[in-house]
């Protein structure tokens, strides 16, 4: 747990949250503010800031998220249609909450 970091208050439920998912290793919620039909967030409860901070004992809760965003696709039925599982990393890469998290995004019209 952060001291102010945003995605530690949902995991710990000091903001309100829906979550589509939850295990001991990671929560799943949609995106307040969507960039696609689909948009959802992928998100491990332990506060890790950014893909930079991972080492080789990350590795589990990584393919965790993988599996988390291949399930989610699966059950938001845009799997055939196709997504994209993304990671912005550090601020010139578009990381603006510093808590890890990849994003689930699809569900765009053909
Ligand atoms: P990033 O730019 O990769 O750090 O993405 C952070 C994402 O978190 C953005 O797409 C925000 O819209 C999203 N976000 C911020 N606060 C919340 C929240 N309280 N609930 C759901 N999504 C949020
Ligand atoms: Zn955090």
Redesign the pocket.
């Known amino acids: 747990m952060e001291k102010d970091c945003?995605f530690c208050k949902?995991v710990n439920g000091e903001?309100p949250?829906t979550f589509l998912y939850k295990n001991d290793d990671l929560v799943i919620?949609?995106?307040?503010?969507?960039?696609a039909p689909v948009?959802i967030?992928i998100v491990p409860t332990r506060h890790i800031r950014s893909v930079n901070d991972l080492t080789g004992e990350d590795a589990k809760i990584v393919s965790d998220m993988i599996m988390a965003g291949k399930m989610m696709a699966e059950k938001e039925g845009i799997s055939k249609s196709g997504y994209k599982l993304?990671?912005?990393v550090e601020k010139g890469g578009?990381?603006?909450?510093?808590h890890l998290?990849m994003?689930l995004i699809g569900g765009w019209k053909k």
């Open positions: 945003i949902i903001i949250t919620f949609r995106d307040i503010n969507p960039h948009h967030l993304l990671y912005n578009g990381q603006v909450i510093f998290h994003h």
